[in-house]
């Protein structure tokens, strides 16, 4: 099993690009969880997927943040316009019951 | 103990040694915990889990403590490794998949 898959592994952008990130879940998982990770504020949840519909979108930091789940095997976080303090590590991870199994990150820098 | 903005608690220990990582949780009725390892440039890995119906669970090399009176969890590693250094996070759970993670402990195994 190839894990979860995440691309691009490195984004630099300017403010006030549009950023998408994308991500594979593990095959057969039904839950799909967008995580930022940053030193100031640690691991923090954006958004998470049960069966590809939304559940709790509270993480999710402002409306330039949206994520799809067109499928099961594929979703995406856009960040649109970006700014530098979404810089941070973003990870994708899947579940099939209660552990989570993370992708390797994309790293996201902002100028 | 608990780490704000840009400094992780560290622990150094020698080879050889065990290791005990320490860590608050906030909600008095979660009821599933994880520890995660995160090596540098990786996603978090999973470690080992627990219920909150139990007090302790072993695995390979790796015991984790629950004590739910104080709301304290604890992850020891027998005979500490230098491919144990990384980041160790504790996660909780309260009644669902949305998971809060801990500020994270640097462990790093001297020679």
């Known amino acids: 099993d190839a894990g979860v898959i995440q691309s691009p592994r490195h984004e630099v952008t300017e403010m006030g690009q549009e950023v998408t990130l994308r991500c594979k879940p593990i095959s057969g998982h039904n839950s799909l969880f967008w995580y930022r990770q940053t030193m100031m504020r640690g691991l923090e949840l954006l958004i998470y997927f049960n069966n590809n519909v939304p559940i709790d979108d509270s993480g999710m930091p402002e409306d330039r943040f949206s994520a799809k789940m067109p499928n099961a095997s594929f979703s995406t976080l856009k960040i649109q316009p970006s700014e530098p303090r979404d810089s941070a590590v973003y990870f994708c991870?899947?579940?099939?019951?209660?552990?989570?199994?993370f992708g390797p990150g994309t790293r996201l820098l902002v100028l | 103990g608990e780490s704000v903005g840009l400094h992780l608690p560290t622990l150094s220990v020698q080879e050889g040694d065990n290791s005990i990582i320490n860590c608050a949780y906030s909600n008095s009725a979660s009821d599933y915990f994880i520890w995660y390892k995160q090596e540098s440039g990786k996603g978090p890995q999973f470690i080992i889990d627990?219920?909150?119906?139990?007090d302790k669970r072993q695995g390979q090399r790796v015991t984790v403590l629950l004590n739910k009176t104080v709301k304290h969890l604890s992850l020891q590693i027998a005979a500490t490794q230098p491919g144990d250094s990384a980041v160790y996070f504790c996660?909780?759970?309260?009644?669902?998949?949305?998971?809060?993670f801990g500020p994270g402990t640097r462990l790093s195994v001297l020679p």
């Open positions: 627990i219920r909150s119906n139990m």
């Open positions: 996660a909780e759970n309260l009644n669902g998949q949305n998971f809060v």
């Open positions: 991870a899947s579940s099939f019951s209660e552990t989570q199994y």
